[in-house]
């Protein structure tokens, strides 16, 4: 493959080790925007699952979360149609998804069986390919590492498939996803390298729905009819001065929950349980004139937790102070460290 250097992007190789075998690759991220930029680019579909690299070396396949984790064991069908692909020296990039009845990728259903609910037909699509017989892919060109990566799974499983690359006309291709009910694009120059661990902008992301990820902080208790807690309080990190970040609160989020949901999550909240309110921005002084507030005397109704547990949530948007407009809770996330959890913003 050709290694000419793209004078507009210096991936620096940042890596670490990821147990036996080959080190640990942190996956490279994708800058949110509000628009689609000019220029060249090339589009893919954006799933809605956990990413994940998965690692040949030799008869072992393993296969990691973004932050490390092992998800060998939970994603076995996975692991086996990775194998099948025979590849002895290879790293690739992926998300693990669930498919609804039309063929979307759906986080719920993919967190389902995790509450005891039927396991749903897992899929790997795979996008990206970092390592290919002992040899380092990252700094050749996005084109040139997904052909190769296309002729190494065309005989796969159909447990792995191809995130097949699209034309570049974002207008209408997000128009078609709109109405397919997708969660919108994933938009990468051709001939960028792979940015370890970075978001430098060479990878974009286009919503069509506002989801991203938040810290648990803590729940409020239930009411009426509902048991085991009302609603989570959620938030994100915040640098501050001398380098160390604050949770920030983003709101109450009291919907998105079965019965079954309610009490799994309660029993999780309970075991991490705290005296002290994890969010450095309350109490508030008064009621918030957009969204949700929480006051002294609110809080003092509040139970509280350590900062460790991530949710995916989506929303309607952002209101003037910084709260969350009609959140729905989707799922528990186990792919990122909550410390890495922060405001997404528009560019």
């Not at 940042?14 to 628009?35: C, I, N, S, T």
């Not at 997000?174 to 990468?188: P, S, T």
């Not at 508030?284 to 350590?306: L, N, P």
Request: net charge positive; proline share 6%; hydrophobic share 40%.
């Amino acid at each position: 493959m050709a290694k000419k250097r793209d004078e507009g992007v210096a991936p620096p190789a940042k890596a670490r080790a990821g147990g036996a075998g080959q080190k640990f690759v942190e996956p490279m991220k994708a800058l949110l925007v509000d628009a689609p930029p000019a220029g060249e680019w090339i589009y893919e579909i954006k799933f809605d699952g956990f990413r994940a690299l998965a690692f040949c070396e030799g008869e072992r396949t393993r296969l990691v979360s973004r932050n490390n984790k092992d998800f060998s064991a939970k994603f076995p069908e996975v692991c086996e149609a990775v194998a099948a692909l025979g590849a002895r020296d290879a790293v690739i990039d992926g998300e693990i998804v669930a498919l609804d009845e039309k063929g979307r990728s759906s986080f719920q259903l993919l967190q389902a069986f995790e509450l005891g609910e039927e396991r749903p037909p897992i899929y790997f699509y795979v996008f990206d390919l970092l390592r290919r017989g002992g040899e380092d892919l990252m700094k050749c060109p996005l084109t040139e590492r997904k052909a190769e990566l296309e002729r190494l799974v065309q005989e796969a499983p159909d447990t792995i498939r191809f995130s097949t690359s699209m034309s570049n006309d974002p207008e209408k291709l997000l128009a078609q996803a709109q109405r397919l009910g997708l969660e919108g694009l994933i938009g990468k120059k051709p001939e960028s390298f792979y940015e370890a661990g970075r978001r430098s902008g060479a990878w974009i992301k286009l919503k069509l729905h506002r989801e991203q990820e938040f810290v648990i902080g803590g729940y409020t208790p239930p009411g009426g009819a509902r048991e085991h807690f009302g609603a989570l309080l959620v938030g994100y990190y915040e640098a501050a001065p001398y380098d160390r970040p604050i949770l920030k609160f983003a709101g109450k989020v009291g919907t998105g929950f079965d019965a079954r949901r309610l009490r799994d999550l309660h029993d999780r909240l309970r075991k991490i349980a705290t005296e002290t309110c994890p969010f450095a921005d309350l109490p508030e002084k008064r009621g918030a004139r957009y969204g949700t507030s929480i006051t002294a005397a609110e809080m003092r109704r509040c139970h509280w937790v350590k900062p460790v547990l991530v949710g995916q949530i989506r929303f309607a948007e952002w209101t003037r102070d910084g709260r969350l407009r009609q959140p729905v809770f989707l799922g528990l996330r186990e792919d990122k460290p909550a410390r890495e959890v922060v405001r997404e913003r528009e560019t």
